[in-house]
């Protein structure tokens, strides 16, 4: 069974990123779900007030803004402001500001779309072009860099950018201005055209879906020509080898990600969305076996992705420290795409596990609590305090330790900004006669289902605090209705009640398929005990550690809630003891031995060479949720905890 | 006491790297050791025959001779071949060329310095600059990019091998170049000229070993003025940050060798040359520091240094990934240079320890045994088994897993070199009564005391296969020598056998203080059963492993010698059984475990999730030095083990 859904202009349903026009299960729209208090909520408004103008302000302060000015005034030069990129962060910007648009309703944010999209209409070339790094005066060629340029990529931006407006507000000036780019795009590198690709993946993704949003399918089959271009050595080869870009293996046949994971993630986005379009099942599956293989061998616990600095990249099978851990936030954002996508088009909430996952522990994990300020790497373990941050300055780096109110690749901010936007679109899908929630919030859900019928729910709860979710049905249709609920991988001993009528439900879907009755409540009891958590043994970066999760969340300790004296490099957590969870705190027994060096030795030899003598602190040691480390301040970090042997 | 030296121009002792004019212990020179036979023999000679000749066709195969012919000729470009380090390697291969011509006496080796000296000294320009890649038609202007132009850097290696050339040749053309272009970096960067340095530290041991051959002490005072000059943030700052090139820090003030590891050691082995020179106790003192703190937290087993690939560099302190252990052959070559200096400025055999254990697993481990192919990096954990290397081909990556016969980057093979031609000359010091065998290898010594009396011994051993080094008399002087034999900190349950009186002797110098009978023989026996070695419980990346060791030998398994069908993911060994060594081979009772996956699943739960069911294997493992690995082709390698737990 495939729901289809075909909608090209404004979206009736409210707008929604991504809409397939086949797949299994069907987004629901902003029209159709609200927010109405709790975790994402809170995130969801400081995103809306705080965190669209910071991008605002930055880009204009920096001149990325007036880089469109300049290409518009004919007074382009070799000194243009900021990374061949920079213009994607505008666009990303545009996205967030329409969507928050949508979801408001708040004049400001139209009228900033408005504001933005005359300053960039004024750049675009009379063939559609429109990039402010090439092809203008004392600048490169058009496409004379395709490897490291990312004039494509900027123009996928444009187009996702112009898909939340049309979705939310209709066809404007900015759709027409993507749409006349996309032609570009089309009319340069079809099927006749340059053989090209982008280095950097993402004009894909954006040509697919605003192909469907428009209903013009060559923007799709051009995405597709530039999936199936990639993996002969179409790039040039580079220090970092073609496995950087992906362009060492076709899609179709390539078993893992690799090389830089955002690039990576973006383009599995697309090969998800081209599959579905074209019913192309090879693709699909490749799709979903590089999930499977990466999730099983090359992600965090955190949901992470990336492991190597150097290339912002996957690395190896099992290649998965946490110190090193790169886990870029915009990698999180990106396989929250590719995620998503694959659940539409199999109706597999495997894949929402993961997005659950990453959406707290790595998504979550990025902004400060002030929206102001963010991480770009989300490393596991931090051994020595960042510095504090000076939010009136752009940080060079993208190294963990403490958020930065901009980066000199300031890809996550604005990443962040246009995820959190939508945030409520991913809580629920609809199936032909049913309705699954995926993630648990404070919501009201009117969604009308694939039959034509609808149904309203409101949803109550304190997740990611408390495991009690009650859906309360408001209004249902005359007939049974299949209502799924995801029960997370994580949740042992999860049960759903129904009018008194407690069972045990394991991870999966939970599925109630009945009449409902307006009124009526369906409790789902998820376990919060917190628990630890052991990796697998070829993982070697973790060996002799366990985690600690509750819920969704992983925690981690600071350094700064050790006791005086005590250090974190020599913390050992008794596992006999299982985490306790009280008065809103998770605290495990742990103990710090620590020897006593008088002068630094060779760190190899017997245990009597390394054992020495020292003194050990044993303690309930406080944890915190992982995504609002550092949140006090510069601290040591550890989200893996070594284990005591027993004595 | 301090044993002094003084020698301009060609030295009497037959050359040697590092000559300073005072310190505790004297080097002794080409003319007073001679390998006979052995490890290093072997190596030297592959060096003398292969790798000399490979660097020179593979830099003129390249153009990056020609690129002097260039300069000369007045036909530069912006299409210049190489980076604009590539001067140095052609100044790396002179300075080898000379030492093996010291070595040998061949005329070949001499021929080989007289015809690149030549090409070298035609792109001298008048006022003494010289350097292919700034300064020139069509090139950016001289010193226009300290931070990562590389010009003094190239000019320090030019004056390392004009050193070599003064020292076992004396002066001649290439001596007459080097000091017209030291002359032109005084006059340039002296007290009242640019306040600069180069951001590769090179320039200033080069200029204080030509002062210390040529007697100038202008030039040792010109490397004081950079080493100063540094840490101040005279460098602009760049994404990695100022430790990148240790311009964050004054050298004084450091506690930590940090950022990219070989400009982080030429600067601390420039460093001790300043500090003996001008009896600069603070400064000596820093690096003392500073070397102790590296080697107690940031070096890896096999004293390999550098834990990140994304600079080149150290990382922080218990950073010490065996996977990711970056460990460049540069490095390690650097290592020796700062450690030998220390000794001969302290006597303290600590230093030489560190020596032995970077020649063996860190210097040793670059060159193919056939001197055609070099390790860049040298990791100590290989999961996926290197390509197989094209040896007509440059690689553009620094990974390791396979040798290559060039690098895009390639400072590797010259370095190992230059290394190789000395390598007698780091075996034993002179002191003023006194005589320290530091290293042990097939030799003959004629050596010099401070006091002027002359001692000469045979060394026969066939270490270190075999643990037994026997030292014969073959001349003596009257009245009490002396002799200091170094016993390696590894060396638990050494003997010394003087005429039958076999004693125990701890790791140190073991010391023989009396009149020397010629024709007497003293043995020293060192324990050669193989042991396994654990690391500090603060390198997290090494948790529950141990790595096995032979005396100087580290020891590994490569995935070749792993029954088919096993995995070395699944390997854990049985540290209840002692290592064994049997025929020539070290074993280790080890099993694989191999869990069946049906299908990839997620990597972290209980130990129930992990466990599965799987089939166990028991053997008795093959482990071969590290520094033969990947000689049988590419492979997968573990250095640290993971220890079975006692079930």
Not at 124 to 129: E, L, R, V
Not at 430 to 451: F, K, N, P, S, V
Not at 573 to 590: F, I, L, M, N
């Amino acid at each position: 069974m495939t729901v289809q859904e075909s909608t090209t202009g404004a979206d009736p349903k409210g707008g929604r990123p991504v809409l397939p026009s086949r797949g299994r299960q069907r987004p629901l729209g902003m029209g159709e779900t609200t927010l109405t208090g709790g975790f994402w909520a809170t995130l969801q408004q400081t995103n809306a007030t705080a965190t669209l103008e910071h991008c605002e302000q930055w880009m204009e302060r920096l001149g990325w803004l007036a880089n469109f000015d300049r290409v518009a005034d004919g007074t382009t030069g070799p000194d243009r402001a900021g990374w061949s990129f920079a213009d994607s962060e505008v666009y990303k910007l545009i996205e967030a500001l329409a969507w928050e648009h949508g979801r408001s309703g708040d004049q400001v944010y139209d009228d900033a779309v408005r504001r933005l999209t005359a300053r960039i209409a004024r750049a675009q070339d009379a063939d559609g072009y429109l990039n402010t790094c090439f092809g203008h005066a004392g600048r490169q060629p058009r496409y004379s860099d395709l490897e490291f340029g990312h004039e494509l990529y900027c123009t996928g931006h444009l187009l996702q950018a112009a898909v939340a407006r049309l979705r939310t507000t209709g066809p404007d000036e900015l759709v027409a201005v993507a749409r006349r780019a996309a032609d570009h795009v089309c009319d340069t590198f079809g099927p006749d055209g340059l053989q090209g690709i982008c280095g950097h993946p993402e004009i894909e993704v954006g040509l697919a879906e605003l192909g469907r949003a428009l209903g013009e399918s060559r923007y799709v089959e051009q995405a597709r020509l530039f999936l199936d271009r990639r993996g002969h050595g179409t790039l040039k080869d580079i220090p970092l080898g073609r496995a950087y870009f992906q362009d060492d293996v076709p899609i179709r046949e390539a078993d893992a990600w690799r090389g830089h994971a955002v690039r990576a993630l973006y383009l599995s986005a697309a090969a998800v969305d081209v599959a579905v379009e074209q019913d192309d099942q090879e693709l699909l599956a490749a799709i979903e076996r590089q999930w499977a293989n990466a999730v099983a061998r090359r992600t965090h616990l955190t949901g992470g992705m990336g492991s190597r600095h150097q290339d912002e990249g996957f690395g190896e099978d099992w290649e998965l420290p946490p110190d090193r851990a790169y886990c870029e936030t915009c990698a999180g954002v990106a396989s929250v795409m590719v995620s998503w996508r694959l659940y539409l088009a199999t109706g597999d909430v495997r894949y929402a596990d993961l997005v659950e996952r990453t959406f707290f522990n790595t998504i979550a994990t990025s902004p400060r609590s002030d929206g102001r300020a963010f991480f770009y790497a989300n490393p596991l373990h931090q051994r020595v305090p960042g510095e504090t941050s000076d939010d009136d300055a752009v940080s060079p780096r993208a190294e963990g330790g403490s958020r930065a109110a901009w980066f000199d690749v300031s890809c996550c901010p604005t990443n962040v900004a246009r995820t959190l936007a939508t945030w409520h679109t991913y809580l629920a899908t609809a199936g032909r006669h049913e309705l699954t929630l995926l993630q648990y919030a404070g919501a009201r859900i009117e969604a009308e289902l694939g039959d034509g019928r609808s149904v309203s729910l409101e949803v109550e709860t304190d997740y990611p605090q408390d495991g009690l979710v009650t859906v309360r049905v408001l209004r249902a249709p005359e007939g049974p209705v299949t209502l799924r609920l995801r029960v997370p991988a994580w949740a042992r001993g999860a049960e759903l009640d129904e009018g008194g009528r407690r069972r045990p439900v394991p991870p999966g879907p939970a599925v109630v398929d009945r009449e409902l009755e307006p009124g009526e409540e369906i409790r789902l009891h998820l376990p919060m005990a917190p628990r630890f958590t052991w990796p697998d043994h070829r993982i070697d970066a973790l060996r002799g550690c366990v985690a600690v999760e509750r819920g969704p969340l992983v925690y981690c300790a600071e350094s700064v809630d050790l006791p005086v004296g005590t250090e974190l490099d020599d913390l050992t957590v008794d596992t006999r003891a299982a985490p306790r969870y009280h008065e809103g705190r998770v605290t495990v027994r742990a103990s710090t031995n620590h020897r006593n060096d008088p002068e630094p030795a060779w760190p190899y030899g017997t245990p009597a060479d390394l054992g020495g003598t020292g003194s050990t602190a044993s303690m309930d040691l406080a944890l915190v949720p992982y995504h609002r480390w550092a949140e006090r301040g510069p601290t040591g970090m550890r989200v893996w905890l070594p284990v005591a042997r027993p004595s």
